[in-house]
Nanobody
């Protein structure tokens, strides 16, 4: 099992910045992918950005120039730096990690997703 603790959300004015953090505990050695999602009430949860253990990143296009995802494998923590925030970025942001375990030499990998409780980000003047 993996437990996730998010922090860093809050109220910010348009054009401002926030940095979200998500610390993982438990079976952290099996963590492969770390990601941030967001959800607005009535809409589906959408991927914001992800980062592999090796540091390869992937962004949802509209956020690519304003958001930066990073991770510290020693601290088992993933960060999301959000700059030039817009009212449309208002949402609940969720941290997600995917664990990957290979049970035996000839076995296929087994993956499992874990989710944080979410942190509210509100962009408003």
């Amino acid at each position: 099992q993996v437990q996730l603790m998010e922090s860093g959300g809050g109220l910010v004015q348009p054009g401002g910045s926030l940095r979200l953090s998500c610390a993982a505990s438990g079976r952290v050695r099996s963590i492969d992918l770390m990601a941030w999602y967001r959800q607005v009430p009535g809409n589906q949860r959408e991927l914001v950005a992800s980062v592999t253990r090796g540091g390869s990143t992937n962004y949802r296009d509209p956020m690519k120039d304003r958001f930066t995802i990073s991770r510290d494998n020693a601290l088992n923590t993933v960060f999301l730096q959000m700059d030039r925030l817009e009212p449309g970025d208002t949402a609940v942001y969720y941290c997600s990690v995917t664990t990957r375990i290979v049970p035996c030499i000839e076995c296929p990998p087994v993956t499992k997703d874990y989710w944080g409780q979410g942190t509210q980000v509100t962009v408003s003047s």
